[in-house]
Every structure is written in C-alpha cells, then in structure tokens.
C-alpha cells in the first residue's frame, strides 16, 4: 500500500512550464527587477558593469542604458536578449539563465551540478540495465 505524504510530495513534482496564456507571459516588469537585482549584487559600480558589457557584446552600453533597464517605470525599455549573457557574466550570476529554465519548466544545473545530474541519471540506466540483464537470465534458465 502506498502512503502519499501531502507535506513532502512538493519536493517531487515535475516542473512545468508557464502556461501559454494570453498576456500571461508579460514579463517586463519582472526581467527589469531581475536586472536591477543583478546589478545591486554585482559588488561594482554599475558604470563598470557597463563597461565590462560593452567590452564583452563589442557593442556600447552605457550605465544609462542599466539604469533603464533595471527601472520598472520603463517598461517599454526592457534588456534586449543579446545582453543578458554578457550581463550575467559581469555581474557574476546565473540569474536570468536559470528564471528562464524555470519558466520554460527546467532547472538550470551549472559545473558540478551538471555533472552529478548526468551521473546520476547514468546510475540509474546502469542499475536499470542490471536488472534487465538478471531477469533475461532468469528467463533463459541461467541462475547468478
């Protein structure tokens, strides 16, 4: 008999990308706050955030074009795509890469945590196949 646990089960489910409703996927104000808090936790002056993103797209962006970015009151001027890479990078994050994994349903695994998903997940074929293995012997008469 199996138990469900209401409390724990929320640590299992699946994660499921946001529905495709209409207007539901506005994220504007959203991306601008994820930008601003980007930018605060950066430890450097946004001037030099700028810089650094300047240098790394090859493309002029000012600390002005931050600031808009990261305003929710202009949200006609969110962070275009192409930025958001090198703004991650300058600011020592991973957090726009992994809200767009989430909203999409993922996870965003990084370094070893990648690798010990992918180990995990080759255990578990591993195992899986050990099995097999042991029940096609069993069904051919050979015994372990």
Known sequence: ?????????????????AAPVEAGMDYRATVSRMVSDMLDGAGTHRADVAAECSRLVGKDISKYMLDAYSSPAREDYNAPAYLMPALESACATHAFSGWIAEVRG?????????????????????????????DLKRAMGEHL
């Open 1 to 17: 008999m199996t138990r469900r646990d209401s409390v724990t089960l929320e640590l299992f489910q699946v994660p499921q990308p």
């Open 106 to 134: 993922g996870q965003l695994l990084i370094g070893a945590e990648a690798l010990n998903a992918e180990l995990g997940r080759l255990e578990q074929i591993k195992h899986a196949t050990a099995v097999r293995i042991r």
